[in-house]
């Protein structure tokens, strides 16, 4: 039996009110849309989930989001959630599962998958699922069932995968057959203008460009390290500035925090 699922974990994150626009990225993302699947795989504080939720708010077509958690590597459990995520673009795409999920002997995940696509397949109208934090799953029936769902993928459906690591999927397949966009970490650093926008517009600093240029080479354009610089800045006085941006570094207390 699979227990209530947590409706929140289906909303898409809010864009904070400090977002800096990343159109650059935007324009990769909406031309990957007639590919299969966008991995946007980067470590912690690149701001995955920013990016995508700013393109998001772009979107012209019906979306879905799922963020994973630890308790979602139950197969049954992690097909509800997917279930549920379709439900909320068309109300009969997840109940067929639901339905497999309920009966005495539930299928295996691919199967209910199959029965997912031929549902989807049927309806053919476009749409977007993204799938947060997928580097919390580690179960191999699930990686089968989205591998399954990605060969066979219905035409007008388009995956999004954000994850801290690549996932055990054939991704050198999907590139080579040109079903694949990329985002990663190097795509992720924030460039000259970016860290520009973020220091003086954003956090409202008084920064000169070679200052921002001396900060972005010094976080490498990682927009954690961008953020807790500019929180540091805030309130220095400003014969302080210099100095401090000389010294900032990895060894930096917030940065080690």
Known sequence: MVTPLLVTKLYIPLIRPELVPRPRLIKRLNAGLCRKLTLVSAPAGYGKTTLISEWLQQMDRPLTWISLDDGDNDPSRFLAYLAAALQRINSSWGQIVQELLCSPQPPAPTAMVAALINKVTADGSP?????????LISVPSIHNALAFLLDNMPPPMHLVILSRADPPLALARLRARGELTEIRADDLRFTMDEAAVFFNEVMDLDLTRQ???????????????????????????????????????????????
């Open 211 to 257: 200052q921002i240029a001396a900060l972005e080479s010094r976080t490498e354009g990682w927009i954690a390290r961008l953020q807790l610089a500019g929180l540091s800045l805030q309130g220095l006085p400003g014969g302080d500035v210099a100095s401090f941006i000389e010294a900032f570094a990895g060894s930096h207390r917030y940065v080690m925090d």
């Open 127 to 135: 749409f977007v699922l993204i799938l947060d934090d997928y580097q």
